[in-house]
T-cell receptor, first 116, second 112 residues
Framework: DAGVTQSPTHLIKTRGQHVTLRCSPI?????VSWYQQVLGQGPQFIFQ???????GRGNFPDRFSARQFPNYSSELNVNALLLGDSALYLC???????????????FGEGSWLTVV | GQSLEQPSEVTAVEGAIVQINCTYQ??????LSWYQQHDGGAPTFLSY????GLEETGRFSSFLSRSDSYGYLLLQELQMKDSASYFC?????????????FGQGTELSVKP
């Protein structure tokens, strides 16, 4: 089975621009979460979506938004990019069933975003 | 606030045993997980503890003491390929299964 897939893998944007990152979860997984990982730090939670509804939001500005589609894929959008948005953006999926699965989330390889 | 503390780096030799500690302070607690991340790669799930005690998975074991808000990851028979960053992560919310709070990571260097 395919793992979590993300696109694009690398991209460079200019300050003020907008970016859309895409994620396809593992087949059968209905929950998608987004994380931001700055070099040398642990991933920071941005959003969780389950059954197309937002179930959690981290401490990120309103420039960050996301959505989940009927096929459970997801998009993360970031508007008015700042230099500080340069990071690895990770998508993760999980079944969201019993307790163990709620802790076993599977990450994609990520999208490296550089803002210049 | 919510925080997890782990050592920033650990060095060990091939064949040795290494323990990576993690202490946490969170508003809720529903389990401690450990993830491995190689340079440029995705974090991969290693182990999970919801209850006190030791969980063993091959060369890796993880321990949890909820009363001490403390856990550790034990890596045995170290191999060069174990050189990576290791993150502890806590789920602090019952109905947000995909939301984990991660530590800053411990960079493990395995020397020949």
């Amino acid at each position: 089975d395919a793992g979590v897939t993300q696109s694009p893998t690398h991209l460079i944007k200019t300050r003020g621009q907008h970016v859309t990152l895409r994620c396809s979860p593992i087949s059968g997984h209905k929950s998608v979460s987004w994380y931001q990982q700055v070099l040398g730090q642990g991933p920071q939670f941005i959003f969780q979506y389950y059954e197309k509804e937002e179930r959690g939001r981290g401490n990120f500005p309103d420039r960050f938004s996301a959505r989940q589609f009927p096929n459970y894929s997801s998009e993360l959008n970031v508007n008015a990019l700042l230099l500080g948005d340069s990071a690895l953006y990770l998508c993760a999926s999980s079944r969201y069933l019993e307790d163990r699965d709620r802790n076993t989330i599977y990450f994609g390889e990520g999208s490296w975003l550089t803002v210049v | 606030g919510q925080s997890l503390e782990q050592p920033s780096e650990v060095t060990a030799v091939e064949g040795a045993i290494v323990q990576i500690n993690c202490t946490y302070q969170t508003s809720g607690f529903y389990g401690l997980s450990w993830y491995q991340q190689h340079d440029g790669g995705a974090p991969t799930f290693l182990s999970y503890n919801a209850l006190d005690g030791l969980e063993e998975t091959g060369r890796f074991s993880s321990f949890l003491s909820r009363s001490d808000s403390y856990g550790y990851l034990l890596l045995q028979e170290l191999q060069m390929k174990d050189s990576a960053s290791y993150f502890c992560a806590v789920r602090s919310s019952y109905n947000q299964g995909g939301k984990l709070i991660f530590g800053q990571g411990t960079e493990l260097s395995v020397k020949p």
